[in-house]
């Protein structure tokens, strides 16, 4: 079945210690979103890439960073994890903006 | 430029119907919904677009006022498998992003 894979699917990593998310999508997409989620809030969107063109939101601190090297797979490097970005990050896909959009299970990371 | 959902909570028995509401601010282009179960991702239900066209695939309807830039999803004779968190995210023209509102927490009990 064509579907999002997130990689891994929990991941502990220590305050500071550079860290990597990754995703992959058998849909074809052309859009990919990295959301960040936190307990009982709203998935928030870090950044979303459309084909290669990369969109960040504004609010998006710089220690967040993407890579989307061809159309089936896109990254998310935290360079220097603090406590505060201890949260669930969800991958997304969709065939365009104004179409629905298909998560993945969603990477939990733990920060020590 | 969050969207406002209410109610922010619901419980309900089994069978009886639910409306959760959506409303923004900003002139909006479409209008997605989504089910959140915990502890897993979100799950498209429905996508409304200004001008009238909708999209879903469950047998739960939803309606879009463009001009009060409103939003509500319908959920009829609930079944306890509706039970989650309902989310809306909202599309301004032109950005090609959804920003999701709070969330409404929907328990279904038996």
């Known amino acids: 079945d064509a579907m999002v894979i997130q990689n891994p699917r929990y991941q502990v990593t220590q305050f500071g210690k550079p860290v990597t998310l990754s995703c992959s999508q058998t849909?074809?997409?052309?859009?990919m979103y990295w959301y960040q989620q936190k307990s009982s809030q709203a998935p928030k969107l870090l950044f979303h890439?459309?084909?290669?063109?990369?969109?960040n939101e504004a609010d998006t601190p710089d220690n967040f960073q993407s890579r989307r090297p061809n159309t089936s797979f896109c990254f998310l490097d935290i360079r220097s994890p603090g406590l505060g970005d201890a949260a669930m990050y969800l991958c997304a896909t969709s065939r365009d903006p104004v179409y629905e959009q298909y998560f993945g299970p969603g990477t939990r990371l733990t920060v020590t | 430029q969050q969207p406002v959902q209410s109610p922010q909570a619901v419980i309900l028995r089994e069978g009886e119907d639910a409306v959760i509401n959506c409303s923004s601010s900003k002139a909006l282009y479409s209008v997605h919904w989504y089910r959140q179960k915990h502890g897993e991702a979100p799950v498209f239900l429905m996508i409304l677009l200004k001008g009238g066209e909708q999209k879903g695939h469950e047998k739960i309807s939803a309606s879009f006022n463009e001009k009060k830039q409103q939003s509500s999803l319908y959920l009829t004779a609930s079944q306890l498998s509706y039970s989650g968190t309902y989310f809306c995210?909202?599309?301004?023209?032109?950005?090609?992003?959804?920003?999701f509102g709070q969330g409404t927490r929907l328990t279904i009990n038996p």
């Open positions: 995210g909202t599309e301004i023209q032109g950005a090609q992003k959804l920003v």
């Open positions: 849909l074809n997409h052309n859009v």
């Open positions: 890439y459309y084909d290669k063109d990369f969109n």
